[in-house]
Nanobody
Framework: QVQLVESGGGLVQPGRSLTLSCAAS????????MGWYRQAPGNEREFVAT????????YADSVKGRFTISRDNTKKNTVYLQMNNLKPEDTAVYYC?????????????WGQGTQVTVSS
């Protein structure tokens, strides 16, 4: 079993910043690409950002230039999402995702989600 644990969500005013973290835990596993997705009320879950083990990143157009994804492979495969200049439309539950290899099997693992609310 591999678990992803997120932290760092909360309530923030428009224009401010917030950093999300996600750490993988478990045994006998390795992590490939990691990423963030979000889901606003009434909407489908959407891609936000992803980063490979080599540090190559990709972003949704809506967050390019404002969000930065990074990872620390030495700290339990932790991935971060630095969110700057937040807007009300960034309000959503943010989910961490990772491509996991365990006992020769590949699968995607999801975190439980962390709420981000941008409001004055």
């Amino acid at each position: 079993q591999v678990q992803l644990v997120e932290s760092g969500g909360g309530l923030v005013q428009p224009g401010r910043s917030l950093t999300l973290s996600c750490a993988a835990s478990g045994s006998d596993f390795s992590i490939g690409a990691m990423g963030w997705y979000r889901q606003a009320p009434g909407n489908e879950r959407e891609f936000v950002a992803t980063i490979t083990t080599a540090g190559i990143s990709d972003y949704a157009d809506s967050v390019k230039g404002r969000f930065t994804i990074s990872r620390d492979n030495t700290k339990k495969n932790t991935v971060y999402l630095q969110m700057n200049n937040l807007k009300p439309e960034d309000t959503a539950v943010y989910y961490c995702n990772a491509l996991v290899r365990r006992l020769g099997v590949f699968f995607h693992s999801w975190g439980q989600g962390t709420q981000v609310t941008v409001s004055s």
